[in-house]
């Protein structure tokens, strides 16, 4: 979940490396660091906490030379702090890592007792050493493949040599890894947005896949050592999305831009003319599909689980749900009628990469959900749907999930009516429905103000429930996610008919619980539920879509969305509590956009 940055050029490379980190912060921000090669010496500074420290160390100490790498670290094997940070560098190299080297101890171990030094409690730090003990008979690229023959886990590096000071060389097995093009410069990165300044002509290296680069020349090998030929893609340009305008954070931003969102992504999936739903070429004929499973981490898992209410209530389609982390590892009976349905926002994440590859080597059709289109999840699956979502920079996913939860939605009826499980008067309703959306959003930005009113009841808290059933389950735990990662909080997300079994010993005396309940087949029910926490002196906060008089006096504050298509509802009911999670973060202070030992990408197991 680091980021890398590696330049090759014939002018100084500091600044654009330091630019580049700072779009990487998304990846880790607990450390960062650069080295450059100049005047036959390796150029190391690092500092702890944000990429600006270390732009001040460089304001004060230049770094000049015209090659250099940089990082942004999340800390997996030893605490922040500057002698963790990457790079790492002996005398030799300079190395900086993405990933995990799971048998470092091992390495390190033999190394030691051959009479090595490490400075830091990292595992990258045995890459550093490793190559540098190979360099004494090889040439750098012959050390690195000799290296990455004895290493275990996944990684993305980044390499520079001292006696070598025309080249990078680029490794990937497991964590992306994505190479630019420009006129007497090339560039290693984490991904395509990091080098976005400076090109938009990438190639991305595949499992397992080598690359040298020097100011003129990109050269790729594959495991066996031998060249290869690599695709060069043009990426897109996404209109004013990396700049936060007059947004204090990324993050209200993404709130708000969530309206125009939703529109771009339904203009690019419904013909409002024919009133249709714009998607074909499904890797397996509708009507064969046995099986839908949807997998995703996270926020994403959450929209995979409002999904299943979905494809349950409109489809004849058997479906199931998988965390990534927990699908990769288990013992799946692979059928070639199902289809496998990967969410990701990012594209990247590890888990979610890995659960596809487990069934591209079944040979089952994959489809994904994802935002960037570039990312390895994209390319790897056989069939993808955009989100249209435009780049999400918060490390809180937002404007994502709903982008999601609309491809997922779209996806279901087009299912249905393909599969003649819906009639086509129903359809028309659906669709003719979704229009109404973008509408319906900017009408709940409007609760903002009450948003912030109840976001002060909950700075005392010691913690908090949120409460749902059917499609507003997955909404409880999307609220209680949000308001965990943002204001560190404990928050808990569960099924209302749930509490009876054991949560309900959680409740005391003004603890604020959140209840989500549209009118919909549950509301009584739902309502049943919340008598039984008022009962033991929870805090009521209810959020509907019901505007008829509820009798229930102890209701601490009520919100009330639009009312829209029952089957719509998770949509606009999570603003409020992003809203929600937003106003509580702001009030303490926390960073937003950043939170506490968190990444934007999750590149690591
Ligand atoms: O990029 P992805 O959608 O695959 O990321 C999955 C999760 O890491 C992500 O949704 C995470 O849970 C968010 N920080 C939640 O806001």
Redesign the pocket.
């Known amino acids: 979940m680091c980021g890398i940055i590696g330049i090759v050029s014939d002018k100084p490379v500091s600044i654009n490396i330091i630019n580049s980190l700072k779009k990487l912060e998304y990846r880790g921000y607990d450390s960062a660091g650069l080295a450059t090669l100049s005047n036959n010496l390796i150029d190391e500074k690092k500092c702890s906490g944000r990429v600006e420290e270390l732009e001040k160390i460089l304001i004060k100490n230049p770094s000049n030379g015209n090659i250099g790498i940089g990082h942004v670290r999340w800390a997996t094997h030893g605490i922040p702090n500057i002698i963790n940070a990457h790079p790492h560098s002996s005398e030799k190299v300079s190395v900086v890592h993405n990933g995990i080297i799971e048998n470092s101890d091992e390495l390190k171990k033999d190394l030691e007792e051959k009479g090595f030094k490490f400075k830091s409690q990292t595992d990258t730090e045995v890459i550093t050493v490793l190559v540098t003990q190979f360099l004494e008979n090889s040439k750098p690229l012959e050390s690195v493949f000799k290296t990455l023959k004895k290493l275990k886990g996944s990684f993305a590096l980044g390499i520079i040599f001292k006696n070598f000071p025309d080249i990078i060389i680029g490794a990937r097995r497991g964590s992306p890894l994505a190479v630019g093009y420009s006129n007497d410069e090339n560039y290693l990165g984490s991904d395509s947005y990091a080098l976005k300044s400076m090109t938009n002509k990438i190639s991305y290296l595949d499992d397992g896949e080598l690359c040298m680069l020097s100011k003129n020349k990109v050269d790729f090998y594959d495991l066996n050592q031998k060249k290869i030929n690599k695709k060069i893609y043009t990426v897109s340009d996404d209109e004013n999305t990396t700049d936060k305008g007059d947004y204090k954070n990324f993050m209200s931003k993404e709130i708000f831009e969530q309206s125009n969102t939703i529109k771009k992504c339904l203009s690019e999936y419904t013909d409002s003319l024919k009133k249709d739903i714009n998607i074909y070429n499904f890797p397996i004929e509708p009507k064969k599909i046995n099986k839908i499973i949807l997998i ?6 959450h929209s995979c689980l409002v999904a299943k209410y979905w494809f349950e209530e409109l489809t004849s389609i058997d479906t199931e749900i998988d965390i990534a982390s927990e699908f990769r590892y288990r013992n799946l009976k692979f059928k070639t009628n199902n289809l496998y349905i990967f ?7 590890a888990d ?1 990469a890995a659960a596809l590859d487990i069934c591209k080597k079944n040979n089952v059709k994959t489809c994904s959900i994802v935002n960037v289109v570039e990312s390895t999840i994209a390319r790897n699956s056989d069939w993808v749907l955009p989100i249209h979502a435009g780049p999400e920079i918060g ?3 937002t404007k ?1 999930f709903l982008g999601q939860l609309i491809v997922l939605y779209i996806l279901s009826l087009k299912l249905s009516i393909e599969r003649e499980d819906i009639d086509k008067k129903n359809y028309d309703t659906y669709v003719e429905n979704l229009t109404k959306l973008p509408e319906a959003i900017k009408k709940t930005f409007k609760l903002e103000s009450e948003v912030q009113l109840i976001a002060k009841e909950f700075l005392d808290a010691k913690g908090s429930m949120f409460l749902g059933r059917g499609n507003s389950f997955p909404i409880a735990l999307e609220g209680a ?2 308001l965990k ?1 943002l204001s560190y909080l404990h928050a808990e997300g569960y099924p209302a008919g749930e509490m009876k079994h054991g949560p309900l010993a959680l409740i005391e005396e003004g603890l604020p619980v959140i209840v989500i309940a549209p009118k919909d087949k549950y509301y009584e029910k739902t309502l049943s539920n919340m008598q039984e926490v008022i009962a033991r002196g929870g805090k009521i906060f209810f959020i509907t879509d019901n505007y008829n008089r509820l009798l229930s006096t102890n209701i601490r504050f009520r919100l009330r969305v639009p009312r829209v298509d029952s089957n719509l509802s998770p949509i606009l009911l999570t603003i409020p509590l992003q809203l929600l999670a937003y106003h509580v973060a702001s009030l303490k202070n926390c960073d937003i956009d950043k939170p506490r030992n ?1 990444a ?3 590149t690591v197991e």
């Open positions: 995703g981490c996270g926020t994403a898992y969410v990701s926002q990012s594209g990247e994440t979610t490390v809180a996913s994502a996610l949000k990662e968190l934007k990408s999750v």
